[in-house]
Nanobody, 125 residues
């Protein structure tokens, strides 16, 4: 069974950077698209970015375009989210989730089958 574990969250000042990791165990990620999602206090969970199984196609929410970069290393069974120029409004718990092969619409959370437990990102001075 596919298990996902996020890491790399923490406290960072506005304008800073973090790299989140989503490590998989139990199953190879070779055949899975991986999405990153986030949930801020009092708000609904929202899609941030997604990368297809082969890594050739990515998509991003408008709010993070140009600042966040998703990538994957299938040899390490890990997907990354590089977050630069962080803003206070990026503060949230970040989750990764998997679905077979191709990304779904970032707003279609039920399309993703397996979810990690999340990692907290706090952007504050």
């Amino acid at each position: 069974q596919l298990q996902l574990v996020e890491s790399g969250g923490g406290l960072v000042q506005p304008g800073g950077s973090l790299r989140l990791s989503c490590a998989a165990s139990g199953v190879t990620l070779d055949y899975y698209a991986i999405g990153w999602f986030r949930q801020a206090p009092g708000k609904e969970r929202e899609g941030v970015s997604c990368i297809r199984f082969s890594g050739g196609s990515t998509n991003y929410a408008d709010s993070v375009k140009g600042r966040f970069t998703i990538s994957r290393d299938n040899a390490k069974n890990t997907v990354y989210l590089q977050m630069n120029s962080l803003k206070p409004e990026d503060t949230a718990v970040y989750y990764c989730a998997a679905r077979r092969y191709f990304c779904s619409n970032l707003g279609d959370l039920p399309a993703y089958d397996d979810w990690g437990q999340g990692t907290q990102v706090t952007v504050s001075s």
